[in-house]
């Protein structure tokens, strides 16, 4: 399985660590240059819908990292499906867990079944244990918000991320967390790939500072509460028809 690395190309820090980690358990991968949210004549960038983010999904301007994060894995879930071929996605600040390698190959025997596999040990919500072996459990997640630092995507999965995000508003991980949109269930692997250490600090730099002006309070809490609802009734639903397989 290709394995591609989420990096700014001025963040040659965060490079050298994930490439040692990397490099120490002989996985094969590729720097994916992160596209920069500022790069306004970046045609990407064009699919963001301010309107709909200002008045229904947060009130507030995104930031340019934000875009630019949307953008990058957009752009690998393309690739993903222009290859034909599943694909692992790590972002630079990841920790990579000590047996990296054999998670990588159990991850390219059941990653075009389930079409995503989150790979990362931050776990929300609730969830339903759908295969259980020797060697490793998956989960069907209830909540998949709240990072994309390592995962795994099949071309058929990665194909409906994209068909379904023609414009953006949300934050890509939120917009990944929400299948009532895109029908690509969330399930996540253990023993996990990687972990999040908190080693570097954020280069999305979320605006939590600003409030949302009064006057598109109650338009984003109406709209939160419809989004909250469709997810819950499709989870509910999904949840019915999930079989566990032993």
Not at 47 to 64: E, F, H, I, Q, V
Not at 87 to 107: F, G, R, S, T, Y
Not at 201 to 213: A, L, R
């Amino acid at each position: 399985m290709a394995v591609f690395v989420i990096s700014l190309k001025r963040s040659q820090d965060r490079r050298d660590c994930i490439a040692a980690q990397l490099q120490a358990q002989n996985i094969d991968f590729t720097f994916f240059d992160a596209i920069d949210g500022a790069d306004k004549n970046n045609p990407l960038l064009k699919r963001y819908n301010y309107a709909k983010r200002l008045w229904l999904t947060s009130g507030k301007m995104p930031t340019n990292g934000e875009i630019g994060c949307y953008a990058s894995h957009y752009t690998l879930w393309q690739q993903c499906a222009d290859l034909k071929q599943p694909i692992i996605v790590i972002e630079d600040d990841a920790h990579i867990c000590p047996n990296a390698k054999q998670i990588q190959e159990l991850v390219a025997d059941k990653i075009q079944e389930y079409g995503f596999l989150r790979l990362e040990s931050v776990i929300r919500g609730e969830t339903t244990l759908i295969e259980s072996k020797d060697s490793h459990q998956i989960y069907h997640m209830s909540d998949n918000f709240g990072g994309l630092r390592a995962y795994a995507v099949a071309p058929w999965a990665a194909n409906k991320l994209v068909n379904s995000s023609k414009s953006w508003s949300f934050a890509v991980d939120n917009y990944v967390g929400f299948p009532y949109i895109h029908k690509v269930e969330s399930y996540y692997l253990w023993p996990e790939l990687a972990k999040d250490t908190r080693s570097f600090e954020t280069t999305i730099q979320f605006y939590d500072e600003i409030k949302v002006p009064y006057y598109r309070k109650l338009s984003r809490e109406i709209y939160t509460a419809y989004t909250q609802l469709r997810h819950y009734l499709h989870y509910k639903k999904t949840k019915k028809k999930l079989t566990y397989k032993g």
